[in-house]
């Protein structure tokens, strides 16, 4: 499965993003899919996750409120909207997938990443 990601960039405090990740998924269909960021000498973190099937959703308590994970089956791309963005939320975001079980904002519990994209908040 390959995963890349888009819409990184720089935004004003209070700003607006929109992340997509485009998911190819070759022999492995997924399930779930995740937003990780991952700040400067900072451990990578779950941000938001989404159970395909059914459709649920987890935030973080960092973001809840404000980011929304989403999906486009048609054509295969998770997006995260990041709404009233803070300086806090900088940091390079990344989606996953693969998860093995266990806490879906433990990177080690997935497989499969993409790149990742950058989001500047000042």
């Known amino acids: 499965v390959q995963l890349v990601e888009s819409g990184g960039g720089s935004v004003q405090v209070r700003g607006s993003l929109r992340l997509a990740c485009k998911i190819s998924?070759?022999?492995?269909?997924?399930?779930?899919v995740a937003w990780f960021c991952q700040a400067p000498g900072k451990e990578r973190e779950g941000v938001a996750f989404?159970?395909?099937?059914?459709?649920?959703?987890y935030y973080s308590g960092a973001v809840k409120g404000r980011f929304t994970i989403s999906r486009d089956n048609a054509a295969n791309t998770i997006y995260l909207q990041m709404n009233s963005l803070k300086p806090e939320d900088t940091a390079m975001y990344y989606c996953?997938?693969?998860?093995?079980?266990?806490?879906?904002?433990?990177?080690?519990?997935?497989?499969?990443w993409g790149q990742g994209t950058q989001v500047t908040v000042s």
């Open positions: 996953s997938t693969g998860w093995r079980g266990g806490n879906w904002y433990d990177p080690r519990d997935f497989a499969y």
């Open positions: 998924e070759h022999t492995y269909k997924p399930n779930c």
């Open positions: 989404m159970r395909l099937g059914s459709g649920t959703t």
